[in-house]
T-cell receptor, first 113, second 112 residues
Framework: KQEVTQIPAALSVPEGENLVLNCSFTDSAIYNLQWFRQDPGKGLTSLLLIQSSQREQTSGRLNASLDKSSGRSTLYIAASQPGDSATYLC????????????FGKGTKLSVKP | NAGVTQTPKFRILKIGQSMTLQCTQD?????MYWYRQDPGMGLKLIYYSVGAGITDKGEVPNGYNVSRSTTEDFPLRLELAAPSQTSVYFCASSPISGNTIYFGEGSWLTVV
């Protein structure tokens, strides 16, 4: 069964710290992997999408990596800010016309001033 | 930019009632999806559509129906509401399968 796991479920860090969020997937035959941000009471916003042929993607202070062989992806946030506080979800896409994403349960990040 | 718009934002239903969650997107995307998100759980796919007139079941379709008469609209119908359908519902769209996916802001549904 295709599953996506995110550990830890919650993380609290002081402002300015660099941090890494983890995502693991059981089936390495992924098509791509997306990282999303979800603010309380809001929908999901796509942050980064990494194709299976790529090793990493960068956007501003965010860097996402993908290691298919180990079934892992990481989201690196540099110089964290209180505005980064949100739940971060990763989702694996396994191709096909369905376009379904297998979501992790998310990591709730709190950045303290 | 409107993106994906869902209505209503909040709704309380009594057991056995029916309702429709509306979803519209203005990005001319072929793919549209309905997900549900339960507390502490990942999102689960209910139904999806690859274009007008074409819909198919996702992982958790029981108790729901959809239609796709236009590219823009993808309503989700709940028939005979049950407490197990209490959840947050998200509509989403993408231009093609496997591309960046755009979500609406969600509809909070409580069945009592």
């Amino acid at each position: 069964k295709q599953e996506v796991t995110q550990i830890p479920a919650a993380l609290s860090v002081p402002e300015g710290e660099n941090l890494v969020l983890n995502c693991s997937f059981t089936d390495s035959a992924i098509y791509n992997l997306q990282w999303f941000r979800q603010d309380p009471g809001k929908g999901l916003t796509s942050l980064l999408l990494i194709q299976s042929s790529q090793r990493e993607q960068t956007s501003g202070r965010l860097n996402a990596s993908l290691d298919k062989s180990s079934g892992r992806s990481t989201l690196y946030i540099a110089a964290s800010q209180p505005g980064d506080s949100a739940t971060y979800l990763c989702a694996a896409h396994y191709g096909g016309s369905q376009g379904n994403l297998i979501f992790g349960k998310g990591t709730k990040l709190s950045v303290k001033p | 930019n409107a993106g994906v718009t869902q209505t209503p934002k909040f709704r309380i239903l009594k057991i056995g009632q029916s309702m429709t969650l509306q979803c519209t997107q203005d990005m001319n995307h072929n793919y549209m999806y309905w997900y549900r998100q339960d507390p502490g759980m990942g999102l689960k796919l209910i139904y999806y559509s690859v274009g007008a007139g074409i819909t198919d079941k996702g992982e958790v379709p029981n108790g729901y129906n959809v239609s796709r008469s236009t590219t823009e609209d993808f309503p989700l119908r709940l028939e005979l509401a049950a407490p197990s359908q209490t959840s947050v519902y998200f509509c989403a769209s993408s231009p093609i399968s496997g591309n960046t996916i755009y979500f609406g802001e969600g509809s909070w549904l409580t069945v009592v």
